[in-house]
């Protein structure tokens, strides 16, 4: 039974990064299996470039770099476990990485390119309990810790599920599911459901899918994990205050402040952690009026940014009536979530808060009005005090953009995606509608890997998955 | 009726109850297994009738039989005997959704289907309504059935009965304010059977379905339909039959169509239709019985097709297909005179509703065997599907694990990657279901592996095993698949130059010239080409049969998605091949939610895969049961060392 069991699991090289990713400091990436060593000696040299891991006793630590080819890609301490005294009875190697979350990402990736496997979720300690390391009582033990928590983690997976990837892996399943049942509906019932000109519609809403695939895929790529909060973007006129309240917002003494350079070089993003939410406030370059024609390339940059946001601070200087330049803002705040910044200056104020409600009053967007004064340094605090009720009242999000930080669903997208394009070629191919449903159905698991909505998995994958990765 | 005088007893293996599609491929089943079988019904006339539409097959249904005849089935042969139109159907459309469909003599249909049955050795058929079934508790605590009482007192001992009592059970029929307790036709209705069963722990339930009228052929206008022809060239359903023996002279079937003057007659008198006040809820979009059901779903539609077809050669009646309905007559008449070609028409037999009881199959383990009560099985409609097809499909499966059980024998069970049979079995046993099952093609995950035209390959392996299937058929089906697969591998392996010859055949043919030399199987597969259209430049391929070749041209063209579904079957086979030990208590499963563990314990399913189907039961749930069972597993593991 041992033995069958043995030549039934699976014996490859997994790795995965063991440090929780919100923690600073040190990411570890952890190596498991036969040839957890030989991977090591693939991408480790030490400065004297002579030391050979594999030849080293186990339970020693060693210094040196981690290489990508002949790039270096950090600096390192590596831990050495060889089998059966580590926590998966098999040989194992621990990376310490310096250089935060990204370096590590890319130090996984590096260990990858080498030959090892990305490990699903909970394989460590599933290796550990099939290789016995974890006894019955022991494993019992996990058991009750998974089973007493998994209510709470129920519940918790369901807060992730109503997050950001999953409620777009759900849009998307959504929409591949109804396709699925619309071709199965018309193969069932053809007397009354036609499939007449029904491949080039289904073709758009392949090609949709696609790109939103795509989309995360590459957001994985990008590593935009280090950006997530609420982006806010600052709209207004050259001079109305948006810098100066950009310094202010700035300026809070338990705000911590770092330059990311953004996706448009015009565009300097800032982040700040507000009670600790994360706030990306993006300042745009300003909407100004050249001659007569109200510049082109300030609107384009101003309405992208809009449309990157989760919210507008529109910024008006209360002293100057309002221009045509306004209205080309407010035409850009469509269906966004704004606050109207109604911001005074010594000057006399010309313009008021029921100016403003009247002019929105047929507006498209949710908005509130607040008045500021920079120079006065008042109405900062309810700013502050607004953003932050928005998005505890869920008004605003930091789900806008959709960030895949998970290797695991960055393989299962890809997997959808390249079902997606089979579907694109049964289309081009002129292939029966009921061609089109094998890969529809296998883009629609795929996705539904992610979520944790497809039952198909081995048993072992299954089980563990309720555990966190690398413990 | 327990207190029936015991007049008589006779002893055999097995009683079928009912001699409509299930019962007859049960009976035929268990008796050419060798085990002594007797066939009970109320009226030997009435043995494989049809008495509704006067077809075999179609849609979904045609595969059904394909399989039930790989299996060793009689109904692909009797069809073959008795048809008088056929026709394959979806032909424009993937080899995964083709289907057949046989219009039959339906006289002829039940006339050889009792031949066959009376030649059968160890076959005998009992005029009698049966009205008890006995069943004993064993030195095991559990139930074991021990024979079957008919209304004369007589008592027939056996090792396992097969209940397939179609609509016969508490029927009552129903035409408008018109209600009789008959069972289908006017025939007698079984009305002391369900309460013996309810005795014995049988849970019941009451399903209704419905038939349209059949009219004088002569008052019908047919210069204003559109005539439907057969097949110029027929399939038969059996892979036993000769095809020259089914190129017969067939008759033709009729096309009209509904209109809003037969809709608005309809609405108005919604009311008076004792099925629909109320039962719309719970039946799919997909399902549409009657024609008032199709009026007020398709609201938009401005017309409905009718298909008129004949009962059979010698007789005038037209059966009026499309228009089932639980109407008054006085309505039914006025609805199909709107109906063009209809105007005058005469109503030989009203269109009416039919009541009876029958079960939730959750009852049943998938070998269609009653989970509380051993050497009971059940088959057909009683089991809660529609249709003959369907039917006929698990009376043979019922029929046949019935003598495997008797046989010490392992039961023969399909699983959804094999057959529809399979995915038919599955869903009635496993998924909750309201309404009257009915075979449909989106019910098949893996319809493009389970095509009509390969059930032999698929199934004729286990027909031989269960032992219906000789010796020389299932070689037949070996040399076959050895054909098919040899042709292939030459086709992939056989390198065509982009020599003068074959750019001048690709041109003839409208196809690309080659850039580079190719395989034979890489040219099929352009949609353009096929296997036939090759021999031009392949001279030296083998003499091969029609049916190889059908398979050689799928094979080949379809290659890329064959491999991806057959990906699809193994991520299923894996979760399939999980099983849960028949002894688990849920109750020890500590994270299920409430209503997983109860409805686990209602169904209490055989394997994880059939766990994950039920409905209520959520991914979540399964991993929470993986988990248990993995834990059950590496105890025992541990502890036996």
């Known amino acids: ?471 | 009726m327990s207190e029936l005088k015991k007049t008589y007893t006779e002893k055999v293996d097995v009683c079928v109850v009912g001699a409509g599609h299930a019962g007859c491929e049960a009976a035929l089943a268990c008796a050419r297994l060798g085990l002594e079988t007797v066939i009970f019904t109320v009226s030997v006339e009435s043995i494989a009738l049809m008495p509704c539409n006067p077809n075999v097959g179609g849609s979904s249904k045609g595969h059904l039989v394909r399989e039930l005849d790989a299996l060793g089935g009689e109904m692909g042969k009797n069809i073959d005997k008795t048809f008088i139109q056929s026709k394959m159907l979806n032909v424009s459309k993937g080899p995964a959704v083709h289907s057949l469909r046989a219009q039959a003599d339906k006289q002829n249909y039940t006339r050889e289907m009792r031949r066959t049955l009376e030649n059968q050795e160890h076959l005998t058929i009992k005029q009698g309504e049966v009205c008890n079934i006995f069943a004993e508790e064993g030195e095991d605590g559990k139930k074991y059935v021990t024979g079957v009482q008919i209304a004369t007192g007589g008592v027939y001992e056996c090792k396992a009965i097969v209940l397939c009592t179609g609509t016969y059970l508490n029927a009552r029929c129903l035409c408008g304010e018109n209600i009789t307790h008959t069972g289908p036709n006017g025939l007698m209705a079984a009305t002391h059977l369900s309460e013996s069963l309810e005795k014995i722990g049988v849970e019941l339930r009451r399903f209704k379905t419905g038939t349209p009228a059949r009219m004088d052929g002569r008052t019908l206008d047919y210069s204003k339909m559109e005539e439907q022809f057969g097949d110029k060239k027929v399939v038969p359903f059996s892979f036993s039959t000769n095809p020259d023996d089914v190129q017969i002279d067939q008759v033709s079937c009729w096309l009209t169509y509904t209109n809003e003057k037969t809709h608005e007659i309809i609405r108005n008198n919604l009311d008076r239709s004792p099925i629909y006040a109320g039962v719309i809820e719970g039946t799919g979009p997909r399902y549409c019985p009657s024609i008032e059901d199709k009026v007020v779903k398709f609201a938009d539609k401005d017309r409905h097709q009718i298909f008129i077809e004949p009962e059979g050669l010698y007789t005038n009646e037209m059966y009026v297909g499309g228009m089932s309905s639980s109407l008054p007559e006085d309505v039914q008449l006025k609805m199909y005179r709107t109906v063009p070609g209809l105007e005058h028409c005469k109503i030989v037999r009203n269109a009416y509703a039919i009541e009876y009881d029958c079960i939730d199959a959750n009852q049943l383990y998938a070998t269609l065997e009653f989970k509380k009560i051993n050497g009971l099985f059940a088959g057909g409609q009683f089991n809660g599907s529609s249709g003959y097809e369907e039917a006929a499909a698990q009376g043979l499966v019922a029929g046949i694990n019935a003598a495997m059980h008797i046989l010490g024998k392992e039961p023969l069970v399909i699983d959804r990657s094999e057959g529809y049979i399979g995915v038919l079995i599955d869903d009635l046993v496993t998924k909750e279901s309201f309404e009257p099952y009915r075979m449909m093609t989106s019910r098949s995950e893996y319809r493009l592996l389970l095509r009509q035209d390969n059930a032999d390959l698929r199934l004729r392996k286990k027909g031989y095993e269960v032992g219906l299937i000789t010796k020389e058929q299932y070689d037949h089906v070996l040399l076959k698949e050895q054909q098919i697969k040899e042709e292939v591998d030459r086709l992939q392996h056989t390198m065509i130059g982009a020599n003068k010859t074959v750019q001048d055949f690709l041109t003839s043919k409208e196809s690309a010239p080659l850039k580079t030399a190719c395989s034979l199987a890489e040219l099929m597969c352009r949609p353009e080409l096929s296997y036939e259209m090759l021999s031009e430049i392949d001279p030296d391929r083998p003499v091969l049969s029609e049916e190889v070749i059908d398979q050689v041209n799928i094979n080949v063209k379809y290659d890329g998605y064959i491999k991806r579904q057959i990906k699809q079957v193994e991520q299923f086979k894996k979760i399939e091949n999980k099983k849960i030990p028949k002894d688990i208590d849920y109750e020890k499963v500590n994270s299920l939610r409430i209503e997983a563990r109860q409805k686990l314990e209602k169904y209490r399913p055989v394997n994880v895969g059939q766990a994950s189907r039920i409905s209520g039961v959520s991914p979540a749930d399964i991993s929470v049961l993986l988990i248990y069972l993995e834990q059950v597993y590496y105890a025992k593991e541990k502890k036996n060392g």
């Open chain 1, 1 to 471: 039974m041992d033995h069958e069991r043995k030549t039934m699991e699976k014996k490859d090289t997994i790795a995965a990064i063991a440090s929780a990713k919100s923690s600073a400091g040190i990411g570890i990436v952890r190596i498991s299996g036969e040839d957890a060593l030989s991977v090591i000696d693939k991408v480790y040299r030490s400065t004297s470039k002579k030391k050979v891991l594999s030849k080293e006793p186990t339970h020693t630590i060693h210094y040196g770099f981690i290489y990508d080819g002949e790039e270096c890609v950090d600096e390192v301490m590596v831990l050495l476990m060889l089998a059966p005294n580590s926590y998966t009875k098999e040989n194992t190697v621990e990376i310490d990485c310096h250089g935060g979350m990204l370096v590590t990402k890319k130090v996984l990736e590096t260990v990858l390119k080498a030959g090892a496997r990305i490990a699903e979720p909970g394989e460590f300690t599933k290796r550990a309990f099939l290789n016995g390391r974890i006894d019955l009582s022991e494993a019992e033990a996990v058991m009750d810790v998974i089973n007493s928590e998994s209510e709470a983690a129920l519940q918790a997976s369901m807060k992730q599920l109503q997050g950001s990837v999953s409620k777009k892996i759900s849009e998307m399943r959504d929409s591949l599911i109804y396709e699925i049942a619309f071709i199965e509906s018309a193969l069932d019932d053809p007397e009354h459901i036609s499939l007449d000109g029904y491949p080039e519609k289904l073709s758009k809403v392949v090609n949709k899918e696609l790109a939103n695939a795509n989309y995360l895929i590459h957001t994985f790529d990008n590593g935009k994990i280090i950006r997530e909060g609420i982006h806010v973007a600052i709209l207004g006129k050259p001079n109305v205050g948006k810098s100066s309240l950009l310094n202010k917002l700035l300026g809070e003494d338990k705000a911590i402040v770092t330059d990311i350079a953004g996706t448009t070089r015009d565009v300097i993003e800032q982040y700040v952690n507000y009670n600790g939410v994360g706030i990306i406030f993006a300042d745009t370059a300003g909407i100004r009026e050249t001659g007569d024609k109200v510049e082109q390339i300030g609107v384009d940059l101003a309405t992208k940014k809009a449309e990157e946001a989760d919210l507008i601070l529109y910024v008006i200087d209360a002293s100057k009536h309002l221009e045509k330049e306004d209205l080309q803002i407010i035409d850009i705040l469509k269906n966004k979530r704004a606050i109207v910044l109604l911001n005074k200056n010594d000057l006399d104020t010309v313009v008021t808060v029921s100016e403003i409600n009247e002019l929105l009053k047929d507006a498209s967007f949710e908005y509130s009005v607040l008045e500021t004064s920079m120079t006065e340094e008042f109405g900062l605090e309810d700013l502050q005090d607004e953003i932050l009720h928005l998005f505890h009242t869920g008004q605003i999000t930091n789900n806008e953009e959709v960030t895949i930080t998970n290797e695991r669903h960055k393989e299962a997208l890809t997997e959808a995606r390249d079902s997606l394009l089979l579907v694109q070629k049964s289309i081009e191919d002129n292939m029966p509608e009921d061609f089109f449903s094998i890969d529809l159905m296998n883009a629609y698991t795929s996705l539904g890997r992610i979520i944790g909505a497809s039952v198909e998995d081995d048993l072992v994958r299954e089980i563990f998955t309720k555990f966190c990765l690398g413990k």
